[in-house]
C-alpha cells in the first residue's frame, strides 16, 4: 500500500508543533468519544454499537492525511487499556483500529472518492467497499486481540464481533459524509426564503426526533409505525439540500435516536440495551443509506442541469459572432446590388436577411435564457408610454403579414416605469405567437385598458386554442404543447418563458386564458409608473 503523508485541506508547511497538535487534538477527541461508546452497555464490555471515533478517525485522515495515524493508536490503545483490557490486547485492538481508518482512507481515496460525496459513485464506494471493508479490518482485528487475550471466550465471538462491526459501520457512514461534507464552508449568500426554508426543516427534524425517538407524548408505537416519521425531513433534505442537508439531518436524529435509545424510551423492542442499539443501528443505517442515494442523484441531475445550460450559453455565444459577420456582409452585399439596380440578387439577398433575422432572434433568446438562469438579465429604467410602444409594434409586425389583421382597442393613456426594448419583445413574442397559432384565423386584438394603479395589455387571437391541463405549463423553460392531430410549429419553447420572467421583473404578472380550437388570450399587467 502506498501512502502519501500529505494534507487535504492546505499545502501550508506544517511545523513539528502543529503536527503535534493535530495528533493530540485528534487523541483527544478519539479517547473521550470512545470513553463515552464503552459506557454504553459494550458487548464483552469491549464491542460497543456506539462508536463514533471509527468514523471521526476516518474522516481526520482523510482531511488531514495519514501522517495523523498516531494520535488513533495511542486514542484507541489507552481507552481499551483503561477499560481493563490486557497491555497486549490493548495494543492489538490499536492496531486493530488504526488499520481500520487507514483501509478506510485508503480505498476511499485510491478510487476518487469526492468529498462532497455528489455522485452515486461516491456514495456507492464508500457503502459497498470503505465501509463494510475497513470495519471487517477493525472487528476481526480487535475481537481476536480479545479472543487471543482469554478477554473473551469463543463462544461469544461471533456476538462481539457483530456488535463491533455495526458500531464501526454505523459510524463510518454516518460521520464521514456528514464530516466531508462540511469540510468546506458553503460559498455564496443564502436568500430569506431558503433561511426560511433551513429553519422549518430543522424544527422538522428536531420535532420527528423528539417525537420518534424520545417518546414526545408517548404515542403508542406498537399500533402505529411512528418511525417512519423520519422519512419525510430526511427526503426534503436530500432533495432540497443536496448531501450537506442529508447527512446534517440523518446526523441530528443519529444523535436523538441514540440518546432515546439510553434513555430506553424509543420505539424499538424492549430488552437489553445492546440489542435495541443493534435494531436501532440497523435502522438508521438503512435510511442513512436511502437518503444518501436520493441526495447523490438529486446532484447528478442538479449537476447535468447545469451542464445544460452551460452548453447553451457556450454555443449561443459562439453562434453569435459569426451571424455577426454574415448579416454585415449582407448589408454590404445589399448595398452594392442595389447600386447595380440588380433586381434579382437583391430579393435573394431580402430573403437571406430574413432567415438571418430569424437566426438571430433564436439566438438572442438563447442568449436570454443563459443570462436569466445565471440572475444577469439586466432591465433599463426610463418612462415608457405603453400606447406608442404597442402602436409600433403593431405596425412592424403588421407588415410581416397579409393573412391577419392586427388591431388595437382601448387605450392604456398610462406611461410606465421599465425597460421599452424588453417590454416591446413581450409584445413581439406574443403577437407572433398569435400569428403562428392561428394559421387559419385572420384577426388578432390586442386590448389596452387600465385601473388606478395597474395598466393591463392582452394579446387575443382565434387560434388553435392551448388545452386545459398545459395552460399554466407554457411558461416553463422548454416547454411546448403537443398534440398528435395538430401540425408542428415551429420553435424552442422559450420565448413565453423569457416574456414571463421580463414581466416578473418589471413588478407584473402574466396569464393565459385560452378554449381549445377557439383562441387563447395572453395578458399581462404592469404597475403604473409612481405605484410601484
Ligand atoms: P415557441 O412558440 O417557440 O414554441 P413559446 O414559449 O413562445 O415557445 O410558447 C410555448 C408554447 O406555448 C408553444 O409551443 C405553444 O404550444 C404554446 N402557445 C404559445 N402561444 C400560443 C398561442 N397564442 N396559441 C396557442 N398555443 C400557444
Not at 497486549?88 to 483501509?103: D, K, P, R, S, Y
Not at 455564496?188 to 425517538?213: M, P, Y
Request: glycine letters at 8%; one cysteine or more; proline letters at 3%.
Amino acid at each position: 500500500m502506498k501512502l502519501k503523508f500529505t494534507s487535504h485541506l492546505a499545502n501550508r508547511k506544517y511545523g513539528y508543533f502543529s503536527y503535534l497538535a493535530e495528533i493530540i487534538a485528534l487523541f483527544a477527541i478519539y479517547f473521550s468519544t470512545a470513553k463515552l461508546g464503552l459506557s454504553l452497555d459494550a458487548v464483552s464490555r469491549f464491542a460497543t454499537l456506539i462508536w463514533l471515533p471509527s468514523g471521526i478517525a476516518a474522516a481526520a485522515l482523510l482531511l488531514f492525511g495519514y501522517r495523523l495515524w498516531p494520535g488513533i493508536i495511542i486514542g484507541a490503545f489507552l481507552v481499551n487499556l483503561l477499560n481493563g483490557a490486557p497491555l497486549f490486547v490493548a495494543v492489538g485492538i490499536g492496531i486493530g483500529n488504526t488499520l481500520e481508518a487507514l483501509v478506510c482512507t485508503y480505498l476511499l481515496k485510491r478510487n476518487g472518492f469526492s468529498y462532497s460525496l455528489d455522485h452515486l459513485r461516491d456514495v456507492l464506494l464508500l457503502l459497498l467497499l470503505a465501509m463494510p471493508l475497513s470495519a471487517i479490518v477493525g472487528a476481526t482485528i480487535g475481537v481476536s486481540s480479545l479472543f487471543l487475550g482469554k478477554v473473551i471466550a469463543s463462544s461469544s465471538y461471533y456476538l462481539t464481533w457483530e456488535a463491533w462491526w455495526t458500531g464501526d459501520m454505523i459510524s463510518i457512514l454516518i460521520l464521514i459524509p456528514f464530516l466531508l461534507t462540511w469540510s468546506k464552508w458553503p460559498r455564496g449568500k443564502v436568500s430569506v426564503k431558503r433561511s426560511a426554508e433551513i429553519g422549518i426543516l430543522t424544527l422538522l427534524v428536531l420535532a420527528v426526533g423528539l417525537i420518534v425517538f424520545l417518546g414526545l407524548f408517548h404515542a403508542d408505537e406498537r399500533s402505529y409505525p411512528i418511525t417512519y416519521l423520519v422519512f419525510p425531513p430526511l427526503i426534503w433534505a436530500s432533495l432540497r439540500f443536496g448531501q450537506r442537508g442529508a447527512t446534517s439531518a440523518m446526523f441530528a436524529l443519529t444523535i436523538l435516536a441514540i440518546v432515546g435509545t439510553i434513555q430506553a424510551l424509543a420505539s424499538f423492542l424492549p430488552g437489553r440495551l445492546s440489542m435495541s442499539l443493534l435494531l436501532l443501528q440497523s435502522f438508521m443505517g438503512i435510511i442513512a443509506i436511502t437518503s444518501m442515494i436520493l441526495a447523490a442523484f438529486m446532484a447528478e441531475r442538479r449537476e447535468l442541469e447545469q451542464r445544460k445550460d452551460e452548453f447553451i450559453s457556450m454555443v449561443s455565444h459562439e453562434l453569435k459572432t459569426p451571424l455577426t459577420t454574415i448579416q454585415g456582409y449582407t448589408e454590404l452585399l445589399h448595398g452594392r446590388f442595389a447600386q447595380q439596380g440588380n433586381q434579382e440578387a437583391l430579393l435573394y439577398i431580402s430573403k437571406m436577411a430574413a432567415q438571418i433575422g430569424k437566426l438571430s432572434k433564436l439566438i438572442a433568446d438563447l442568449l436570454d435564457i443563459s443570462k436569466i438562469q445565471a440572475g444577469k438579465l439586466a432591465f433599463a429604467k426610463e418612462t415608457v408610454d405603453i400606447d406608442l410602444l404597442v402602436r409600433e409594434v403593431v405596425e412592424d409586425l403588421q407588415h410581416t403579414t397579409s393573412q391577419h389583421q392586427i388591431s388595437i382597442e382601448g387605450i392604456a393613456q398610462r406611461e410606465i416605469v421599465g425597460d421599452r426594448e424588453r417590454l416591446g419583445q413581450v409584445l413581439i413574442n406574443l403577437i407572433t405567437n398569435a400569428m403562428k397559432f392561428s394559421p387559419r384565423a385572420e384577426r388578432i386584438i390586442v386590448h389596452l385598458s387600465h385601473t388606478h394603479d395597474t395598466l393591463t395589455v392582452s394579446v387575443q387571437d382565434f387560434g388553435i386554442g392551448i388545452p386545459k391541463a398545459h395552460q399554466q405549463m407554457v411558461f416553463e423553460r422548454f416547454y411546448r404543447v403537443y398534440s398528435d392531430q395538430d401540425k408542428t410549429y415551429p420553435g424552442l419553447g422559450i420565448g413565453l418563458y423569457i416574456a414571463h420572467q421580463i414581466i416578473e421583473r418589471h413588478g407584473g404578472k402574466m396569464w393565459v386564458e385560452s378554449v381549445e380550437g377557439q383562441g387563447s388570450t395572453f395578458s399581462f399587467s404592469l404597475p403604473l409608473a409612481g405605484e410601484a
